[in-house]
């Protein structure tokens, strides 16, 4: 079993930065993949980023760039920080960890809460 927690969402202007923090627990979380997914109101969960065990990252087309995520393997707590934010990146944003990784949240076994992102143009 794996329990994650985020927190660090707020309120943040056009053009401002946020980071993101998702503590994990439970005893296969450092071999599993942490992905981040965001969802706005009347809107699909999109996949945003994701960092695999060995940390190698990889990314949606949207936030490329201006989006990084990383983990710290021994507090067991994975990052999402993103800069140059829009109006179009506020949404309820999730961790979650998977045993095979990937884009699709199908693939993904435990969730995380979520947090409200608000960016205010």
């Known amino acids: 079993q794996v329990q994650l927690v985020e927190s660090g969402g707020g309120l943040v202007q056009a053009g401002g930065s946020l980071r993101l923090s998702c503590a994990a627990s439970?005893?296969?979380?450092?071999?599993?993949?942490l992905g981040w997914f965001r969802q706005a109101p009347g809107k699909e969960r999109e996949f945003i980023g994701a960092i695999t065990w060995s940390s190698n990252t990889y990314y949606a087309d949207s936030v490329k760039g201006r989006f990084t995520t990383s983990r710290d393997n021994a507090e067991n707590t994975v990052y999402l920080q993103m800069n140059s934010l829009r109006p179009e990146d506020t949404a309820v944003y999730y961790c979650a960890a998977s045993s095979v990784g990937g884009k699709r949240w199908y693939t993904y076994e435990y969730w995380g809460q979520g947090t409200q992102v608000t960016v205010s143009s």
């Open positions: 439970g005893r296969t979380v450092s071999s599993a993949t």
